[in-house]
């Protein structure tokens, strides 16, 4: 077998190092964004051992499944979390979008718009809370459009 990567022998020297969690989630980010599921998930898994609570994390970890179609029941799970974690309106209504993004990414769309209105009336309790990413989601959602980008 190869040797490991850099920042992955760093990690297994290292556990305990600050500097571990920027490492993993360097990795899990990268390997998300080069659409490998079995990596992003491997190192997500680790960071999230590590970090058990870090409903941000799980949110964007989530946002990135399902903007490059991996990992999708997983990213279901890890958003329905965060969105659990979660104690802050603001942070629940954002997680809520994730979640409703992943949902309509497995092909979900019902699930999705329920999951989306129910962030937008989080957000709709918040004063000054910005909403037109949420009425872009719901409109996505509703005309049943699948997520664009790079196939």
């Given at each position: 077998?190869k040797?490991?990567?850099?920042?992955?022998?760093?990690?297994?020297?290292?556990?305990?190092?600050?500097?571990?969690?920027?490492?993993?989630?360097?990795?899990?980010?990268?390997y998300?964004?080069?659409?490998?599921?079995?990596?992003?998930?491997?190192?997500?898994?680790?960071y999230?051992e590590?970090?058990?609570?870090?409903?941000?994390?799980?949110?964007?970890?989530a946002?990135?499944?399902?903007?490059?179609?991996?990992?999708?029941?997983?990213?279901?799970?890890?958003?329905?979390?965060?969105v659990?974690?979660?104690?802050?309106d603001?942070?629940?209504?954002?997680?809520?979008?994730?979640?409703?993004?992943?949902e309509?990414?497995?092909?979900?769309?019902?699930?999705?718009?329920?999951?989306?209105?129910?962030?937008?009336?989080?957000a709709?309790?918040?004063?000054?809370?910005?909403?037109?990413?949420?009425?872009k989601?719901?409109?996505?959602?509703?005309?049943?459009?699948?997520p664009?980008g790079?196939?």
């Amino acid at each position: 077998s190869k040797a490991p990567e850099p920042v992955e022998a760093f990690t297994a020297k290292y556990p305990n190092s600050e500097m571990v969690r920027s490492a993993l989630y360097t990795l899990w980010r990268s390997y998300t964004k080069a659409k490998d599921g079995e990596h992003a998930r491997k190192y997500f898994t680790q960071y999230i051992e590590k970090n058990p609570n870090d409903a941000g994390m799980m949110n964007n970890y989530a946002w990135g499944c399902a903007e490059n179609g991996i990992n999708l029941d997983h990213a279901a799970d890890v958003a329905k979390k965060a969105v659990d974690l979660s104690t802050k309106d603001a942070d629940k209504a954002s997680f809520l979008d994730t979640y409703a993004t992943v949902e309509f990414a497995k092909g979900n769309t019902d699930k999705a718009i329920a999951l989306e209105q129910q962030a937008l009336d989080i957000a709709k309790s918040i004063p000054n809370a910005k909403l037109t990413e949420y009425e872009k989601s719901m409109a996505k959602f509703k005309s049943g459009k699948k997520p664009t980008g790079p196939q």
